[in-house]
């Protein structure tokens, strides 16, 4: 048995604590957190785990090979990096840190360790994503072009993170899932109508080397719930709708087929295709339940984590130049510097 503890219990850490216990092959045998509710609510719940205020004794116990970090993001450095230190393997939730520097030491810290660093982008293990990037390997819905994404909702309003850190990353995770390429290049603009909070609303553009460009809008100040993105590529469409109940991808043989030769060029020649649409049948699977048996085989046989901190890290780094764009009225930012794009060679 993998002995684990979760630090954490507040909003998302009840359901890591549940899955992890109910996945064969984990042991939970820890719950950390500071606030005395949270822990008796969580003693009510396994009344055979150890409960404590701090992480002193998660970390010293030799029975524990592996720890879950849901915190605040503002603690989750210190957090891996401890539990990294102390020869335990990480899944920390998302954003893996608050900066790109931060990133680059707990994945530099868990390769010389030879520890797995998992990070918790929950959206790659739903059913729904993983038939996205079959249909995207697969050839089916050929060149990428675009990815339109819309996350928005009335609350729950952050304090420590902005709205592009706390919705926008799901989208950040996905492409960066269906991608092969990093962006070079991001664009965003937000404003925040609270006093003295962190942006509520934000605009993100990615630019892509090739033809591909997306584009997400993120709201924690509307009427309405909408999780829906738009996938365009040269041969097929995806609509991908996260609160539909049972269709949550629509496939549309939809498209235009662009007149090449110079002639037709000149005649604006665009023939338009308009075919059927399906939607496949998804499996019924909790995508908690996936990422926790996928930790174990990462842990027991060296399979490589399909959100690894170099994919946290490659997340946070837009994120960075995000944040940065923001600060400079929606400026280019290259991804790589952190640089106006008008300024890099």
């Not at 503002?74 to 939730?93: F, I, T």
């Not at 709201?219 to 949550?248: C, F, H, Q």
Request: hydrophobic residues 45%; negative net charge.
């Amino acid at each position: 048995m993998v002995g684990i503890g979760v630090i954490g219990f507040g909003y998302w850490g009840p359901n890591l604590a549940r899955n992890f216990s109910q996945t064969d092959g984990f042991e939970l045998r820890w719950i950390v957190d500071e606030r005395e509710g949270r822990r008796e609510t969580a003693r009510r719940q396994y009344p055979n785990v150890q409960l404590s205020a701090n992480v002193d004794g998660l970390l010293a116990d030799p029975d524990v090979d592996a720890v879950v970090i849901s915190t605040p993001t503002n603690s989750h450095y210190s957090l891996a990096m401890r539990a990294l230190e102390a020869g335990k393997h990480v899944l920390v939730e998302k954003p893996m840190t608050t900066t790109g520097a931060e990133g680059r030491k707990l994945v530099e810290e868990a390769r010389r360790r030879g520890l797995v660093l998992l990070v918790d982008h929950t959206f790659i293990y739903t059913p729904a994503v993983r038939r996205i990037r079959q249909l995207v390997q697969s050839g089916e819905v050929g060149e990428l072009l675009y990815y339109d994404s819309t996350r928005i909702n009335l609350g729950l309003f952050q304090h420590d993170v902005d709205v592009l850190w706390d919705l926008a990353v799901h989208d950040l995770s996905i492409l960066s899932f269906l991608v092969d390429e990093a962006p070079i290049a991001v664009s965003a603009v937000g404003k925040s109508h609270v006093a003295g909070a962190p942006e509520n609303i934000a605009y993100l553009t990615l630019v892509f080397d090739g033809a591909m460009i997306a584009h997400i809008n993120v709201n924690w100040l509307a009427p309405v719930k909408i999780r829906r993105t738009i996938i365009g590529g040269s041969r097929k469409m995806i609509v991908y709708d996260d609160l539909e109940p049972s269709e949550k991808i629509k496939i549309y043989d939809k498209g235009v087929d662009v007149a090449e030769t110079p002639d037709e060029v000149l005649m604006m020649r665009v023939n338009y295709r308009i075919g059927d649409m399906w939607a496949p049948n998804l499996e019924n699977a909790e995508a908690l339940r996936v990422e926790a048996g996928h930790f174990l085989d990462c842990i027991r046989n060296g399979v490589a984590p399909e959100t690894s901190g170099e994919v946290g890290l490659r997340v946070v780094k837009v994120l960075e130049a995000a944040t940065l764009s923001m600060r400079l009225n929606g400026c280019a930012i290259n991804v790589d510097t952190l640089e106006p794009k008008d300024a890099t060679p």
